[in-house]
C-alpha cells in the first residue's frame, strides 16, 4: 500500500527490531550489536530505542516492546521508540503476534499526528513504514485519520468551531464520500418540531441548528447521533470557570461520531448509515433557557429544566427522536455528557450503556481489536423514578447526588425505543500527554464499535 504516511513497498528500508522484554535474553547474545547495546543498558523496556550506528549514520535500530504487563498498562508504548527514529523508510522485523504488529502500526500513524493550526509552520521530516505483510493497512490507516479527524476538531478553540463551522466539518466530510446533507438552522427548527434544540441553542447570535448525512443504499441500517455543543457556558446556572475551561470539547460526541462516520465510509461497509448532530452553543442572554422552565420535546414529552447546564440531553432527546422516527438496526449517541462519568472510570475508559447482549459482546471484543478501552455501565431501571420530576414527565437534572451519568443515560433511554440503542458517555480529551496521544482531544469508543459493527450487524 502506497500512501504519504507509509514507505514505498519497493524503496530501500532500514531495519527496526522489535523485542519483547521477555524474549531479549535470548535475542541479545546472537546480536550483531551485543556489546554495545549492553553497554548503553538497552533491556527492551516499552518504548525503548536505540540507534544502531551503520557506515553512514545510523544502520538500524531496536526497540523494546517491554512486558506483557507493561503492554497492558501502557496502550501504543512503542510510539515513544518510534518518535525518536530519524527520518527515512523504515521496516519492522520480529516475531509479532498480529495484534501486537497492528497495534505498533497504528501507534505508528497516531504518534504523527500534530495539531499546529495556530503555529508557524514547521518542516518535519517523519520516519515512514513499510507495512509488515499481513498488515490490513487501509482498516489501520482509516483509524487512523478518522482520529485525527476527531482531534482537529475537538482541539480547534470555539471561536473558530461554532455551529457553523462544525456545519462545514459536516458537510465537507459527506462531500468527501458522497453522502447526502440536510440542515435545519435557527427558527427553523421551531416550524420543523426541534424545540429542545432551540432552547437550548437561541441564545447565542451563533444559530443553533441540526444536521443529518445519508450513505449507503443497501444493507442494515445504522443511526448516529452525536452531541454538538461547541461551546458550554452553563446557560444561566453558569459554570465556574476552572468548568468553562475545556469546553470547546463539549462537541467531542460529534466529533468522535465523524471519525466513526469517516471509516465506515472510507472502507465502503454495506451499510445504510444516517448520522445526526444537533450543534448549538450554551451561551447567555436575554432570551436564554431559564431554570424550572419546561419544554415540550419532539417526542412530546415534557422536560423540567432544573439545571440548563444540563443540556446536552436536551439537544440530544430532540435528537433522538427524530433517529427513531425511522427504522434502524441499531441506534448509538456519543456525548460528552457528565463529570459523573469521568468520576466513575477516569479519562481513559469510554464508559457505555447498553441491554443488548449481541452489542456488548461484540464490543467488548471490538475494544481489543480497536485498542480502544470501553466500560459497560448499567441502564438500571430502579432509578427511573430519579428523573420524573411530578410537575413533568421528565427532569433534565435531578438533584439526587447519586449516579450522575446512570440517570443521564436513563433520560436519553426516553427517547428510544430501539431495543438495540447504544450510548457512551465519553470525555474526548487527555489530560497529559500519552504514546500517541498528545495532550488534548482525543476519540474514544469510535474504534471499539467500528470493530464491533460486523458482529452486530451481520457484515
Known amino acids: 500500500m502506497t500512501h504519504p504516511r507509509f514507505a514505498d513497498p519497493a524503496a530501500a528500508c532500514r531495519t527496526l ?18 556489546d554495545w547495546l549492553i553497554a548503553t543498558g538497552f533491556e527492551a523496556g516499552l518504548g525503548e530505542l536505540r540507534l544502531i550506528p551503520g557506515e553512514a549514520g545510523v544502520g538500524s535500530a531496536i526497540a523494546g516492546l517491554g512486558t506483557a504487563k507493561a503492554r497492558a498498562r501502557l496502550r501504543f508504548g512503542i510510539a515513544k521508540a518510534v518518535a525518536g527514529l530519524p527520518a527515512g523508510n523504515w521496516a519492522l522485523n520480529g516475531a509479532l503476534t498480529p495484534a501486537l504488529r497492528d497495534e505498533t502500526v497504528l501507534a505508528w500513524l497516531l504518534q504523527s499526528y500534530r495539531f499546529d493550526r495556530y503555529r508557524s509552520p514547521k518542516k518535519t521530516d517523519t520516519a515512514l513504514l513499510r507495512l509488515p505483510e499481513g498488515t490490513d493497512g487501509p482498516r489501520l ?10 482531534r482537529d476538531l475537538i482541539n480547534t478553540p470555539a471561536s473558530d468551531m461554532g455551529p457553523a463551522e462544525l456545519e462545514a466539518a459536516f458537510t465537507a466530510l459527506a462531500q468527501r464520500f458522497g453522502a447526502t446533507t440536510t440542515v435545519i438552522r435557527g427558527d427553523d427548527l421551531l416550524t420543523q418540531n426541534f424545540p429542545m434544540v432551540h432552547a437550548v441553542g437561541r441564545a447565542s447570535p451563533r444559530a443553533p441548528r441540526i444536521m443529518e448525512m445519508r450513505w449507503g443504499k443497501a444493507g442494515p441500517k445504522l443511526t448516529l447521533v452525536g452531541k454538538g455543543v461547541c461551546f458550554d457556558t452553563g446557560g444561566l446556572n453558569i459554570k465556574p470557570s476552572s468548568g468553562m475551561n475545556l469546553m470547546k470539547k463539549d462537541m467531542g460526541g460529534a466529533a468522535t ?8 465510509m472510507s472502507l465502503g461497509l454495506k451499510v445504510q448509515l444516517r448520522v445526526i448532530v444537533p450543534a448549538v452553543e450554551n451561551a447567555i442572554s436575554g432570551n436564554a433557557l431559564r431554570p424550572k422552565d419546561i419544554l415540550t420535546s419532539r417526542k412530546g414529552l415534557t422536560v423540567e429544566v432544573n439545571d440548563t447546564d444540563a443540556e446536552g440531553r436536551l439537544v440530544l432527546g430532540d435528537a433522538l427522536a427524530w433517529a427513531e422516527e425511522e427504522p434502524s438496526d441499531m441506534i448509538l449517541s456519543m456525548a460528552t455528557l457528565t463529570g459523573a462519568a469521568r468520576i466513575a472510570v477516569g479519562p481513559d475508559l469510554a464508559p457505555y450503556y447498553c441491554n443488548d447482549p449481541i452489542v456488548v459482546a461484540a464490543l467488548e471484543a471490538g475494544a481489543v481489536v480497536g485498542f480502544d478501552p470501553v466500560w459497560r455501565l448499567p441502564f438500571h431501571d430502579p432509578y427511573e423514578a ?8 421528565l427532569d433534565n437534572a435531578p438533584g439526587w447526588g447519586f449516579a450522575g451519568s446512570g440517570t443521564a443515560a436513563l433520560f436519553l433511554r426516553r427517547f428510544v425505543n430501539n431495543p438495540r ?10 489530560p497529559s500527554d500519552q504514546p500517541a496521544r498528545p495532550k488534548g482531544g482525543v ?17
Open 17 to 34: 527490531t522489535l523485542v519483547t522484554a521477555e524474549d531479549w535474553p535470548a535475542l541479545r547474545d546472537s546480536h550483531p550489536a551485543k
Open 141 to 150: 490507516l482509516a483509524m487512523a485519520e478518522a482520529e485525527f479527524l476527531t
Open 257 to 264: 461520531v465523524l471519525g466513526l462516520a469517516h471509516m465506515i
Open 386 to 393: 430519579i428523573i420524573e420530576p411530578g410537575i413533568a414527565d
Open 421 to 430: 440503542y447504544l450510548h457512551f458517555d465519553i470525555y474526548a480529551h487527555t
Open 443 to 459: 476519540g474514544q469508543g469510535a474504534r471499539a464499535v467500528f470493530a464491533a459493527l460486523p458482529a452486530i450487524l451481520g457484515l
